[in-house]
């Protein structure tokens, strides 16, 4: 078996115009990705619904997310995590401006 060492922050976009997803693992039924997000959000009028669950880390940075069923927002610091269920509504309502963001998402 062959070893794969890297760091979730290595090479990260100098500039980004958008919220950038690179997929680190996928495997299977698994989908390990990085997000990094620098003042993104998800565009008006449009909402995250996965057919997996997701289950998402704030590494870096800060964001907040909305849940539309039932209402819920939910502020996110470096280290906490969040469970998504699969076929929940929801978006990213804000990240910080200035700084990069950087979530470690995994979708199974």
């Given at each position: 078996m062959i070893n794969f060492k890297d760091n979730?922050?290595?090479?990260m976009?100098?500039?980004?115009?958008?919220?950038?997803?690179e997929s680190i693992v996928k495997k299977d039924n698994i989908i390990i990705e990085r997000i990094i997000s620098n003042g993104h959000t998800t565009p008006n009028g449009e909402w995250y619904v996965q057919n997996k669950n997701e289950w998402v880390m704030l590494v870096r940075g800060?964001?907040?997310?909305l849940f539309d069923h039932?209402?819920?927002e939910i502020m996110?610091?470096?280290?906490?995590?969040?469970?998504?269920?699969?076929?929940?509504?929801?978006?990213?309502?804000?990240?910080?401006p200035d700084e990069n963001t950087v979530w470690l998402a995994v979708h199974f």
């Open positions: 979730i922050f290595a090479d976009p100098d500039k980004l115009d958008k919220e950038y997803f800060q964001a907040l997310i039932p209402k819920k996110l610091f470096e280290g906490d995590y969040l469970l998504i269920p699969a076929h929940s509504r929801h978006r990213v309502e804000w990240t910080l």
